[in-house]
């Protein structure tokens, strides 16, 4: 059974705007979702251990076919099952730091490797980098992209109950030891400065800093991580959440020879599946022979008006079960990340990320990862500089930039299309105009 | 015949921090200045054009000896005499975009090639570089250090004027014809993202902000320049105004092997001068065989409260008169640019802007380029982030970064040493004693 839902799409959204600038609310009343499992690949989408895939090359270090990830080694700060009792053990006897749900993600992304060659929290000379040069220069000279600042925010209390102890034990919300930090520094967290120039505004208003910087505490905490276990959600969608190392050795198992990413945190419309078959259409032209896409929504902290997970989960599965997009070259998985909604400093993020999970090709929307300007009647950043900052941004050189083209409303074809200036009145840009049909739930 | 006066030093500025942090306003009493002509070298200061010095080599292409300038040739947009009549002309007959002051220093600045690369006010591309990862990218792929927007800011009116014009002719306060943009780009001048990126805050009272980017226009206008004839201020002070071609002239007929900066918008003291002929000792001990001092006051607009450059100069003038600093291996020389009070971020420009100079080590002090927030009780910048970030910059791998050493007066030597914390209490940084002389006026 299936229940088709035709939604009016906004002329923003025609035009290949991920987000919901009108910040429209999500019809509050919607069916229970039903959780899929993913239907390509099984055995991928088991909750087992990465090592205890039958796909993998028993004691080969998983590597990209396509693209190194940053730092050329790809992190993975989970401490193996044999050490974790006496790991644990240590942590008891640690002062301890606890976590906020946010620090969570952010422990679960830098142990996979997505934050790569990032191996925990930023110390102080990590920070400065990214909030100044967006990267980081490694020891042998090379750059790696880092743009948005990674950091653990502790309070005052918390500080002086860690003293002179090198290493910490990092405490999950629930009360369970999650991780140890090893060799710490604590440095000054100057919250406007950090807002300031990760967002380029201190307008009240902004989402993340609403959220989590303004109530955090004053110094931040910056080591090395290392995570007793896996970081699990229990939510129903944790095999949606595919390491890197998970993604890396799918592409190989598939035998891609381009991996083309595409960040969303919204459902797919028909826009993008046009703009997404259009993309593996124009690789293969390129000359490869099996382009794989990575569909990737993002799964951890987004603002009150985005389409929940589970929702967009649905949705995306419904597309692939419709055919809308192919099965046999898409994968669906969750990017763990939380939200910024830092437009032109962020996007640099979700394409690093990506290159780290194997993905050599990017496709940038208009304003990606902006939003509304939380005091000012306007877009907080130019729609265009996402993709130009991208396209410049040190230590993604290496990865391959596809910007959006504009879609809309052909009237003669009688579908979505690529907007041709030249019969520019064929189109329809029309707010209101019914364009897209957005697969909702099956 | 010397006036020699004592002046009381606040323990801040026995710890070597350049900038008045108290706004303590600078006598208002003082005897009117006398401009001397450096003494040490009377055909450098004359103020015939470079190709005119006796020291010169006929038609070969001036370079570092010790360094490159950013992006291998140093940028000289002055039209030579020749053509200045025809391009004067052609100016005439373009849109024209009227100069505020500030902007004919920066005018300045980009034709001697003090921003090399830089050939002109930025486009967004090289806007966005700036403000995202204080860095550009060339060509060739290497990457030079750029760290603040140097953009030529117009109103909604000269944008409309300008029209679809490729060339402008720019203006003078004066109404004096002084430059022409080539292939001009002109693009949003987002304020309040350009303030929080580049100063790390939006509160009210930053100097460079009121002064110049509140009032200015909404549109930047990006460029090559071409300027008519070297910018002059009539001050009496031009002859101190020297280019990077002047100076790295001057290095190499000195054959200096090391040239070490001091960047400094205050009268020198005495722990300036042990810190300057300090960091020369060591050089020499690291086997160099003749290190020259560059001395160089910001010349462009400062704050209300800094010391006048006229001043300045009367008491740089006596420094070397008097042999506090000698003058055999001592160049004072005015650095054209203006001052942001930007903290981290400008002092990667000051530290560039001497690389393009010839300087190939830069004296870099505690909290440089900053000063008190303006609207909280606390310093902007954390003191020791500038050496911190100017240490990491992109594209400054190449220079010598030497911090400030901390000095207080030794009780026991009775005079400016540096600091021992082995014997902490024999140094005194007690706020209003007697620690210092400055030699004001001769």
């Known amino acids: 059974m299936s229940l088709t839902i035709k939604l009016t799409i906004s002329p923003r959204i025609i035009n290949l705007n991920c987000h919901e600038r009108n910040r429209t609310k999500f019809p509050a009343i919607r069916p229970k979702p039903i959780y899929h499992s993913n239907a390509l690949n099984p055995i991928l989408y088991s909750n087992k251990r990465p090592g205890m895939f039958q796909a993998s090359v028993s004691g080969t270090v998983i590597k990209s076919s396509l693209i190194e990830p940053d730092g050329g080694v790809l992190v993975d700060v989970i401490v193996p099952e044999s050490e974790r009792g006496s790991k644990t053990l240590e942590a008891e006897s640690l002062p301890k730091a606890r976590l906020a749900k946010i620090d969570v993600e952010w422990v679960h992304v830098i142990s996979e490797g997505w934050a790569s060659p990032l191996k925990g929290f930023m110390r102080e000379n990590e920070y400065l980098q990214s909030l100044h040069f967006n990267s980081l220069r490694m020891e042998n000279g090379t750059v790696v992209n880092m743009s948005l600042p990674i950091v653990l925010a ?242 993604l050189e290496k990865l391959n930039i596809l910007p959006f083209r504009v879609a809309a409303y052909d009237t003669v074809a009688k579908k979505m299309a690529f907007f041709d200036p030249s019969r520019s009145k064929e189109f329809l840009f029309i707010s209101g105009t019914k364009v897209g049909t957005i697969y909702l739930i099956s």
């Open 154 to 395: 502790i309070d005052d209390e918390t500080k002086e109950s860690i003293g002179s102890s090198k290493d910490v034990g990092l405490v999950g919300p629930e009360g369970d030891l999650l991780a140890i930090l090893r060799s710490i520094e604590i440095y000054k967290h100057n919250k406007e400065e950090r807002i300031a120039r990760t967002w380029g505004t201190t307008a009240p208003g902004l989402p993340y800093v609403e959220e989590f910087i303004a109530p955090a505490g004053n110094w931040l905490l910056g080591g090395d991580l290392e995570v007793l276990k896996p970081i699990k959600y229990n939510d129903g969608l944790d095999h949606y959440r595919l390491s890197p190392k998970q993604l890396r050795k799918e592409f190989d198992r598939r035998q891609a020879d381009a991996v083309f990413a595409f960040q969303l945190r919204n459902p797919v419309h028909n826009g993008h599946a046009l703009l997404m078959n259009d993309t593996r259409r124009r690789l293969l032209e390129m000359g490869y022979k099996n382009p794989i896409l990575l569909l990737h929504p993002l799964g951890g902290f987004t603002k009150a008006d985005d389409v929940p997970l589970d929702v967009r989960m649905e949705q995306h599965s419904k597309v692939l079960e419709d055919g809308v997009l192919d099965p046999e070259t898409t994968i669906v998985a969750v990017f763990p990340s939380p939200m910024h909604y830092a437009g032109p400093t962020e996007v640099q993020w979700h394409a690093k990320a990506r290159v780290n999970a194997g993905a050599n090709f990017y496709i940038v929307g208009r304003d990606p990862a902006g939003m509304g300007h939380p005091t000012e009647k306007r877009d907080l950043y130019d729609p265009d500089h996402g993709k130009k900052v991208l396209s410049m941004a040190p230590g």
